[in-house]
Each structure stands twice: as structure tokens, then as C-alpha cells.
């Protein structure tokens, strides 16, 4: 009985993995608009005051862990595997997702290549981000409309491509293979 319920758990978890990365991955593909999903039984967001700091709680049910809880007169919190949306650590939030690019080839394996339709009129930053949302790599250059671009010490596996000009951006997911 005892295995079943580990398999069990380590169903859900995998599971819950499977979706949260295919509903991210979904969002960039598909999407100018991007939204923060949740996968679980139930759930809220609420925004508050504690000691004067405004604080946003989101809790869900359906997400148990065994990681930490702290407990105060008034509050408890129990850490679990809500993630922050990727996306909100690589987007700049001022600057619409509009910039229209050609970025390939998708997979890659050394080089990539980035094509506009138009001619930039400011420097161009390219940036690459891990799937924790951390820049591994990124390089500015000057006003072009085509750039072949090595970046540098990248393991196998998937990043997210962020490409910025003429007050625009575009985010892409691509994957480095071998």
C-alpha cells in the first residue's frame, strides 16, 4: 500500500511538472498576451497589508509539501510548488511584444540567425535565459537587419531567446541540441 502511494505522488508531481511547462512553453508560442496559471484542485490570489509592506499571497489546495512552514499569531504560510511565471523575470513590462523577427534555426546547434523585415533604428540586445529565467548570455549590436550570433557555454536543452529594439521585444523559446 505503501508504494502505491509514493507512485501515486510521484505521479501527480511529474504530472504537475508535465503541465506547468507545457502551459508555459504554450504561452510563448501562441500568445502576445501572457497569463499565470496554477495547476491544482482549487486556489486564490490576494493582495494585503502586513507591518505596512504590501504582500500578494497566492495559495492553492491540492498542492501539499513537505519543504518548511512558519507559523505567526495571525498568519501561516506553508511553502509548496507554486513557481513564479517565467515570463514576468524576461519581459520588460513597459515595452509592448510586438517586434516582428525571424530567429533560426530552431533547434540549434552553434550559431542562430536573426533576420528583421525592417531596419532597426537603435542597437539591438539579444539575451538568452535559462528556463529558471536567469541570463546566461547577451550581446548588443549595432542597428542591423541581419545577425549571426554563437552563443557561448551553453549546455544542451531549452532557453528563451529575447531580442530587443525600437522600443519592441519578442521572446522565443529555442532549444540548443547537439
Keep these: 500500500m505503501k508504494s502505491l502511494n509514493i507512485k501515486s505522488m510521484r505521479f501527480s508531481i511529474l504530472f504537475s511538472i508535465l ?3 507545457t502551459q508555459v512553453f504554450t504561452q510563448v508560442e ?17 493582495q494585503t497589508q502586513i507591518d505596512g509592506h504590501n504582500v500578494v499571497v497566492h495559495q492553492t489546495i491540492g498542492q501539499s509539501s513537505i519543504i518548511g512552514s512558519a507559523k505567526s499569531a495571525s498568519l501561516s ?10 515570463l514576468e523575470k524576461i519581459l520588460t513590462p513597459q515595452i509592448p511584444q510586438v517586434l ?6 530552431n533547434p540549434f546547434v552553434n550559431n542562430l540567425f536573426l533576420e528583421f523585415d525592417f531596419m532597426p533604428k537603435t542597437n539591438i540586445v ?25 552563443p557561448t557555454n551553453l549546455t544542451y536543452g531549452y532557453y528563451f531567446l529575447k531580442v530587443e529594439c525600437d522600443a519592441m521585444q519578442r521572446v522565443e523559446k529555442i532549444l540548443k541540441s547537439k
Design 19 to 21: 503541465m506547468t511547462c
Design 30 to 46: 501562441k500568445s502576445e498576451t501572457f497569463s499565470r496559471g496554477t495547476t491544482s484542485s482549487a486556489g486564490s490570489t490576494v
Design 77 to 86: 504560510a506553508v511553502q509548496g510548488f507554486i513557481q513564479p511565471f517565467i
Design 100 to 105: 516582428e523577427a525571424k530567429i533560426y534555426p
Design 126 to 150: 539579444v539575451s538568452l535565459f535559462d528556463i529558471m529565467g536567469q541570463v546566461v548570455w547577451s550581446k548588443s549590436y549595432v542597428s542591423t537587419n541581419f545577425i549571426t550570433f554563437e
